[in-house]
């Protein structure tokens, strides 16, 4: 209890420096300086090298003015043998860092004013506090752990320097205890040898408590994987082992998304990742395609079967989300309506795509077609056509194979009564896409 209350005057004549506790300040002094003295004689020498330095602290705000002239004699004589049995107390506590530090003291702010005989003996007592000191170094302490360590060696805080440097301890055997966010802590013994630095290795264990990771992205369905494994479709989140890791999102049409994250035990880490559409280098896609039409009914000036060779040309600026406009011309190997033209709508939502973006199964484009050109007996041209696909993608860098069904109605039309009848056909596609 001795050594507590000293320890909390200490405090209070750390604050004195800015709030005075006593007009009598040279009284305050003494009575710190008797009380050391009682501690030293009671072999408490730890608590009487704190009243010792309570004591010159005081008289050392005594003994100089604002210009630092010595203005109070009996406070300057006073504060050095203060100073001089602090420096003796730290020696008996065998505590040499201590001790050098308050020997050291004495002789820079009194090495002049003494005897040449004063002088050598206090220059003994340094070299010989620094005959029992050595320097320990921490080693391979983790670069994120070093924010957050903290040390203690035989029970006490570290400096906090010693994460970055030596620092100076007496001779023999201590123990240390080293606690760091996110690792378990280190208990472990070293050794101090006079003169020479002693390295512990800092071999902190991470904890592994699970971490929880989730994973957002602006386009819904988009694919998800983590160190190179699929876990599901955004928004997914999932439980991880703490430390870092590799996450991927790809998304059909857009670019494929990579970052990495270094979870903590224990916390839940979200990531959003806004998605950018993959534009081909000119921002155009072709398709080139063969389309083969089967008439639902016989006897059409149109035959019952018809190929065509078409090219559909979908410019990335009409491109919106997962939504393609473009136009497409088709040549079809008949005497009538042989050429056609128009514009083609296509939906690929995300929720259908597979494999990386590898497989996209887009569920439906339509095409709103002119027709030209051609007679057959007493049939001409009609006004126009619509069809309705299903198109299947196999997907490869920038190329793709095309595969689609669907149904088509086509007008044409009877020269004497001018009747636009319709033509249904079931219908399929064969191509390849290019991104260019």
């Not at 009487?48 to 010159?56: G, K, L, S, T, Y």
């Not at 042989?338 to 990386?356: K, S, T, Y």
């Amino acid at each position: 209890m001795r050594r507590v209350a000293a320890l909390l005057l200490l405090i209070a004549a750390r604050v004195a420096h800015a709030t005075p506790l006593s007009d009598d300040l040279h009284a305050e002094a003494q009575r710190s300086y008797d009380q050391a003295k009682d501690f030293f004689r009671d072999k408490d020498f730890v608590a009487a090298a704190v009243m010792f330095d309570q004591a010159q602290l005081i008289w050392g705000r005594l003994e100089h003015d604002e210009s630092g002239a010595v203005v109070d004699q009996d406070a300057h004589v006073k504060r050095g043998l203060a100073i001089s049995n602090k420096a003796s107390s730290y020696a008996q506590a065998n505590m040499p860092v201590e001790a050098e530090d308050a020997f050291q003291q004495r002789r820079d702010l009194y090495g002049k004013e003494l005897s040449p005989e004063d002088l050598q003996a206090l220059d003994d007592a340094i070299a010989n506090m620094k005959a029992q000191i050595g320097t320990v170094t921490l080693a391979g302490m983790p670069a994120d752990a070093a924010a957050s360590a903290e040390v203690h060696i035989d029970g006490r805080m570290a400096p906090k320097q010693i994460a970055s440097g030596p620092i100076r301890m007496a001779e023999g055997d201590h123990s240390i205890e080293i606690s760091a966010d996110g690792y378990h802590d280190l208990l472990d013994d070293f050794t101090i040898v006079p003169g020479r630095n002693t390295d512990v290795i800092v071999k902190l264990e991470p904890l592994q408590t699970p971490a929880r990771v989730r994973i957002e992205a602006d386009r819904t369905y988009a694919n998800v994987e983590l160190d190179g494994k699929p876990i599901g479709k955004a928004p997914v989140e999932v439980t991880v082992a703490p430390g870092p890791h590799r996450f991927a999102i790809d998304a059909f049409s857009y670019q494929l998304h990579r970052g990495e994250i270094d979870v903590k035990p224990g916390e839940r880490t979200v990531i959003h990742a806004s998605l950018v559409p993959r534009r081909a280098p000119h921002g155009l896609r072709l398709v080139t395609y063969f389309l083969g039409l089967g008439s639902l009914r016989t006897g059409t000036p149109l035959g019952d079967f018809t190929g065509a060779l078409g090219l559909q040309a979908l410019p990335g600026l009409l491109r919106w989300r997962t939504i393609r406009v473009g136009v497409n011309f088709e040549y079809h190997a008949r005497d009538l309506e042989p050429v056609v033209a128009g514009a083609l709508v296509g939906i690929c939502p995300d929720r259908f795509v597979w494999r990386g973006g590898t497989i996209a199964w887009c569920p439906f484009t339509g095409f709103a077609d002119f027709l030209f050109g051609g007679h057959k007996d007493i049939f001409s041209a009609g006004v126009g056509s619509l069809r309705a696909n299903t198109v299947l993608e196999l997907r490869r860098g920038m190329s793709y194979v095309h595969l689609a069904a669907g149904m088509a109605l086509e007008s044409y039309r009877r020269d004497p009564d001018g009747a636009i009848p319709n033509l249904f056909a079931a219908t399929f596609e064969v191509g390849v896409g290019f991104d260019l």
